[in-house]
């Protein structure tokens, strides 16, 4: 059974910057696909970015140029960089990864609590 484990949340301050950190507990080269939803009160959890198995990149269009992801295969790790954080980003984010040859997130993180004020 893989394990996400998700660090890197905190509070910050309108146009403030955090980098979230996903790390699997095994590779994650097999995966098709790993990548970040996000889930505000009272609202459905809604994706924010991912990245295919191919390095393909795809962005929700509210973080667009703002947010980058990325991976370090090495380290078994995706990260979520959050540059000019807004006071709408304020959510859980989580993490998740889908397993190959499959098109929807099997394995989820815990979530980890970003808050922006205004």
């Known amino acids: 059974q893989v394990q996400l484990v998700e660090s890197g949340g905190g509070s910050v301050h309108n146009g403030g910057s955090l980098r979230l950190s996903c790390a699997a507990s095994g590779s994650i080269s097999g995966f098709n696909a790993m990548g970040w939803h996000r889930q505000a009160p009272g609202q459905e959890r809604d994706v924010v970015a991912f990245i295919t198995r191919a390095g393909s990149t795809n962005y929700a269009d509210s973080v667009k140029g703002r947010f980058t992801i990325s991976r370090d295969s090495a380290k078994n790790t995706v990260y979520l960089q959050m540059n000019n954080l807004q006071p709408d980003d304020t959510a859980v984010y989580y993490c998740?990864?889908?397993?190959?040859?499959?098109?929807?997130?099997?394995?989820w993180g815990q979530g980890t609590q970003v808050t922006v004020s205004s």
């Open positions: 998740y990864a889908v397993s190959y040859g499959g098109n929807q997130p099997n394995f």
